[in-house]
């Protein structure tokens, strides 16, 4: 030890203590530990693959030509076909702003690299910003695997109570939450179209549209049975006792996909809308639902389809409404039929039905474990709390390239 002293000293300064020594040499060495230059060297390697794969330059010249078609006279004369254009013109200058966002923070850690060298920012804001750096990489990645034609549509989620009563519809208005939870997290808007609720608590179902960028792409993951165990606060034992939901995710088509629907097939019931909604609510009969016999194409099987809508108190706005849900459920199924690709996805999901769960929530083992990846987490206060991401980005890893 005495033959490295006096070297410390003199870097450090004779006047210091060791304790400011060992302290200096920690800061000095610690930069080994935090981040290195060959793992800088990668994300901006990574960086201009990410440049290569996302064709930047080319969308860079695609944006000026579709923003050119946008300036043309008489562009809103054709409403539809406008919105249209529009959505080009912003889905492509989205991908750009996405990577010149992740350009921007391999920037800003690189100079926070060369700070910190210079003891002019801390280890953690280093930290930060690598990490801040790769989720922003791995959502631009994932974001990009999304290339079906209605990932970037917005989404309707059914959930559904299973069999078990006052347990299982309590379980069933959790994971209405949760989903709200995550589409507010997300910045997407998150609409209840139709909630019928439980007998004592909870609810049987609900229908939740939740719009915004890819909102369908990420939350199809979500298709299927998901199985609940906890002790429940309904059983007077206190036993442990085994709950399900199913949830359906399908994309909620727009004004540029025409589906076309046969008025002589279509009827409509009325009745009182349950649940809140003020004092109006159970004295008119302003919920709404749509019988369809609809023929599948290409079975030629006949069957009913079911859509509801109480949102508002205007009975010819929940017919528009319920219309439109019954519109994205027919694209889905025609849509299923048309990608033979989707065959594998739907073997990982499982049929949705009971004992095919696709996520357990265990709650007193403190794990939530998705039974298509093997991803788990003990942090189910989080996941019911919205934070689903780690589920989902393993989903598409998985199955979205299929």
């Known amino acids: 030890m005495a033959i490295f002293r006096p070297k410390i000293l003199k870097i450090a300064g004779n006047s210091l203590s060791l304790r400011h020594v060992f302290e200096y040499l920690y800061r000095k060495l610690r930069i080994f530990a935090m981040i290195t230059i060959e793992q800088l060297k990668a994300t901006q390697d ?25 300036q043309v006279p008489g562009f809103w004369d054709n409403q539809k076909e406008a919105e249209k254009q529009m959505k080009v013109v912003k889905g492509i200058r989205s991908w750009i702003e996405a990577y010149n966002n992740v ?39 994932l974001k990009n695997m999304l290339q079906g034609e209605e990932d970037h549509m917005n989404c309707i989620l059914k959930i559904n109570a299973g069999a078990g009563g006052t347990e299982a519809q309590d379980w069933a208005e959790q994971l209405q939450r949760l989903y709200m939870r995550y589409a507010e997290d997300h910045g997407y808007k998150a609409t209840v179209q139709d909630l019928v609720e439980g007998d004592d608590a909870g609810i049987k179902s609900v229908t939740i549209e939740i719009d915004g960028d890819y909102a369908f792409g990420y939350l199809k993951s979500e298709n299927g049975v998901h199985r609940l165990v906890r002790v429940s606060p309904y059983n007077a034992q206190g036993k442990r006792m085994t709950s399900f939901a199913s949830v359906f995710a399908f994309p909620l088509i727009d004004d540029t996909i025409e589906i076309k629907i ?43 389809l079911l859509q509801a809508c109480t949102v508002t108190r205007d009975q010819p706005k929940n017919r528009e409404m319920a219309l439109e849900l019954l519109k994205s459920q027919i694209y889905n199924i025609e849509l299923e039929h048309k990608r033979e690709k989707q065959a594998s996805i739907e073997a990982g999901k499982k049929k949705i039905e009971w004992g095919s769960q696709i996520r357990s929530y265990v709650f007193d083992d403190r794990r939530v474990k998705d039974h298509r990846t093997g991803y788990q987490t003990s942090d189910v206060n989080a996941v019911m709390d919205g934070k689903i991401d780690g ?4 989903y598409l890893m998985e199955f979205g390239d299929k």
């Open 103 to 141: 350009k921007v923070n391999v920037d800003e850690l690189a100079t926070a690299f060369e700070f910190y060298k210079e003891e002019l920012v801390s280890e953690e804001e280093v930290d930060a910003q690598y990490k801040k750096t790769l989720d922003l990489f791995e959502d631009v990645e």
């Open 391 to 394: 589920f989902i980005k393993a």
């Open 262 to 304: 046969d008025p002589g097939k279509l009827t409509w019931d009325t009745f009182r809308s349950g649940g809140a909604g003020g004092q109006n609510v159970n004295k008119v009969e302003s919920g709404v639902r749509a019988r369809y016999m609809y023929t599948d194409p290409y079975t030629g099987e006949e069957k009913e």
């Open 46 to 70: 990574r960086l201009t693959d990410l440049h290569r794969y996302l064709n930047i330059e080319d969308k860079k010249i695609q944006l000026e030509e579709e923003e050119l078609r946008t």
